[in-house]
C-alpha cells in the first residue's frame, strides 16, 4: 500500500471485500459444525454434513451457506422438518465480521491473521452461549494458527511491533489461561467458560497498538463490571445464593462474563486501533 490514493483504495476493496465475504460465509458453515460436534467429542471432518432429524447426508447444494437455507425455505429437503436459522445466521455474521475485519486492516496481509482470531471467538461463544462447555482444543488450535498468521503477516509486511507485542499478548494471554486452570479445583477438566479465549484476545489485542489496547482492555473491565452486578442483581432477587438452577434462567451474554467481554473488547479495539 505505497500508493494509496482513492483509486487504489477502490481497487483493493473491490476485490478484497467480496472475497472475505465469500470466505466468511463458508468458515461459518464449517464453524456450524464445530459448534455442533466438538462439545460432543465428534469429529468436526468426517462424516459430511446431515440432517439432525432424518439422518440423511447433504447434497453439495443443500449445503451452500446461506443460499441453501432460503432457497429449501429453512426446511431439509428430505424429511422437511425445520432447519434452525441459527445456521444461515451464524454463517452471515462469520461474513461479516471478515469483511470488517479486512475493511480495517485495508486487505493487507494481516487480515488473515485477525480473521482466524474472530472465528475462533466466535466458534467458542456459540459454544458457551448454548450452554455447553468449549473444549480446550478448539481454543488453542484457533489461537494458535491465528497467531502463527498475524506473526506471518507482520514480518512478511514487515511490522515488527506488531509482530512482538502480538505474540506478547499471545504469550501473556496463555500464561494467565495456564494459572487460571493450574488454580481450577477441575483442573483436569478440558473446559474452562471461554477462558481458552485468553491467548487470542492477547495476540489480537497486541498488535493494535497502545490505543486499540487501551480501548480494549477498558471496554473489557466495564463490561465484565456489567455482567457481574447482572450475575449479581439475578442472585440476590431470587433470594437463591448459590442454587444452581439459577444460572440457566441467565441470559447466556450475562451468564458467561468472559466471552462476553472478550467479543466486545476485540470489537471496540479493532475499530480504535486501526
Ligand atoms: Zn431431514
Avoid: K
Avoid at 460432543?40 to 446461506?66: F, H, I, K, M
Avoid at 507482520?154 to 506488531?162: E, K, Q, S, Y
Avoid at 479465549?197 to 486499540?212: E, K, M, R, V, Y
Avoid at 449479581?232 to 444452581?244: E, F, K, Q, Y
Amino acid at each position: 500500500m505505497t500508493a494509496a490514493g482513492p483509486a487504489t483504495t477502490v481497487s483493493w476493496a473491490v476485490l478484497a471485500l467480496p472475497l472475505a465475504a465469500l470466505l466468511g460465509l463458508f468458515v461459518g458453515s464449517f464453524l456450524n459444525v464445530v459448534v455442533y460436534r466438538a462439545p460432543l467429542g465428534l469429529s468436526v471432518v468426517a462424516p459430511r454434513s446431515y440432517c439432525p432429524t432424518c439422518d440423511r447426508q447433504l447434497a453439495w447444494w443443500e449445503n451452500l451457506p446461506v443460499v441453501s437455507w432460503l432457497a429449501l425455505r429453512g426446511r431439509c429437503h428430505g424429511c422437511h422438518e425445520p432447519i434452525s436459522a441459527r445456521y444461515p445466521l451464524v454463517e452471515a455474521t462469520t461474513a461479516g465480521v471478515f469483511v470488517l475485519v479486512t475493511w480495517t486492516w485495508h486487505g493487507n496481509v494481516l487480515s488473515i491473521g485477525y480473521c482466524t482470531l474472530a472465528a475462533t471467538a466466535l466458534t467458542v461463544a456459540l459454544v458457551e452461549y448454548g450452554g455447553r462447555r468449549a473444549p480446550l482444543g478448539v481454543g488453542a488450535l484457533g489461537g494458535t494458527l491465528g497467531a502463527v498468521f498475524v506473526a506471518g503477516g507482520a514480518a512478511w509486511l514487515g511490522r515488527w511491533t506488531v509482530l512482538g507485542w502480538s505474540l506478547g499478548g499471545a504469550g501473556a494471554g496463555a500464561l494467565v489461561l495456564g494459572m487460571l486452570r493450574t488454580r481450577d479445583p477441575e483442573a483436569g477438566d478440558p473446559r474452562g467458560h471461554g477462558r481458552t479465549l485468553l491467548p487470542s484476545a492477547g495476540c489480537w489485542l497486541g498488535g493494535l497498538g497502545l490505543a486499540g489496547a487501551l480501548a480494549g482492555a477498558a471496554t473489557w473491565l466495564a463490561v465484565t463490571f456489567l455482567c457481574l452486578v447482572g450475575l449479581w442483581t439475578v442472585h440476590r432477587r431470587s433470594d437463591a445464593g448459590d442454587d444452581p438452577a439459577v444460572g440457566p434462567r441467565l441470559p447466556a451474554i450475562v451468564a458467561v462474563p468472559l466471552v462476553t467481554s472478550v467479543l466486545a473488547c476485540m470489537a471496540v479495539s479493532l475499530v480504535v486501533g486501526t
